[in-house]
């Protein structure tokens, strides 16, 4: 089942925030993300906050549809106007999750991106991103998408061989997801992204470089590779605990992430992100650089995380809960914490450590910049970066990034 939301204080009824989470927003970028929790069938490791019709069956009637959904969650998108008054910010990126968006109509869709149009307005540019699952589109589907304002799409195509897509549970069928790329781009879509997973059990180092090779083949701009996490709970999860498929590996997963990094830099694809690669700078994805650096952006819908000005906070999980809560006039939003400056150091380290251009040394205390000297010495940090003041992680220092920051942030 999904993961337990955090701890926090209570979220007042009306949403309100803090005066102080306001101070300095012009100089913040704003996004949304938009979360539709609706799945067709639950994929093997996932733990996200998602639901099969199966699941919601009975457990929040017809508050919890799909057909009504897009509704609900305009609500909150005129919640999110009253709640930030007359901040006069855009919205810079729009970004569609889930779940499935693409269960619902592309219409639906649109109609959610029109509502923040009309309260935020759209900044020059802004990047519109949804989620799909190649199953769930086709080439009309896709044009409507494209009409109704969408100018990025990400495909889940996770691998090329069909058995490792099997163990994953996931339905679609080889091939399909660069069929996918090649339908975006004809229905006008300036990016495109394939989103792929290592290190599943069962994947050979050939079955992971077909991947590689059919996801550059299909002519994305952006690819995420991102190692198999087994997440307790899951149903992958039962399944090696019952020894019926054998653990990931460490070592396999550093061996793949090295695989992806020689095949994708060898096609023109630049990292920007440990998990992340473009072939250009307008390539990358502007909505996840703006978490990783910290900005603004308000998320809607069941489970949905948001962070204005310091304050972070996140809404009830369930579809019935949520829906509820807004046809009552209320704030979904289940709790929230105010993050203090200590708070904000250390979250700057652990994301923009991530990045291609590192964290400022001055984010460092003592022990850390000790740490970073060490890392410098062991050939994690580049030294040119170093020397004009900057964290940034070498090849080497992105496969032990997880270990290098937590020396970092100490």
Known sequence: ??????????????????????????????????????????????????YTATELRGSGGVLASRENYADTLIEEIRLARKVLGDDPRAVETVFVGGGTPTL?????????????????????????????????VDPGYLERLREGGFNRVSFGMQSARQHVLKVLDRTHTPGRPEACVGEARA??????????????????????????????????????????????????????RRGEIPPTDDDVHADRYLMAEEALSGAGFGWYEVSNWATTQAGRCRHNELYWRGADWWGAGPGAHSHVGGVRWWNVKHPGAYA??????????????????????????????R????????????????????????????PAPYAQGRAVLTLKGRLLADAVVRDLVD
Not at 326 to 350: F, N, W, Y
């Open 1 to 50: 089942m999904p993961s337990a939301l955090p701890d926090g204080e209570a979220v007042p009824a009306d949403g309100s925030l803090p005066p102080s989470a306001l101070d300095g927003s012009a100089s913040r970028p704003l996004g949304f993300y938009l979360h539709v929790p609706y799945c067709a069938t639950r994929c093997g490791y996932c733990d996200f906050n998602t």
């Open 104 to 136: 619902l109509p592309a219409q639906d869709l649109g109609r959610m991106l029109a509502a923040i149009r009309e309260e935020f307005g759209l900044a020059e540019g802004a990047e519109v991103t949804t989620e799909a699952n190649p199953e769930s």
């Open 187 to 240: 229905a006008g879509f300036a990016h495109v992204n394939l989103d792929l997973i290592y290190g599943t059990p069962g994947e050979s180092d050939d079955d992971w470089r077909a991947s590689l090779e059919a996801a550059i083949a299909a002519g994305p701009d952006h690819v995420s590779a991102y190692a198999l996490i087994v997440e307790e709970g899951t149903q992958l999860a039962r399944r090696i």
């Open 324 to 353: 509820a809560a807004l046809a009552e006039g209320r704030t979904p939003g289940a709790g929230r914490e105010l993050l203090s400056d200590e708070d904000r150091r250390v979250e700057r380290i652990l994301l923009e450590l």
């Open 355 to 382: 990045l291609s251009d590192g964290c400022p040394l001055t984010l460092l205390h003592e022990r850390g910049a000790r740490a970073a000297a060490r890392a410098l010495t062991d050939g994690l940090l580049a």
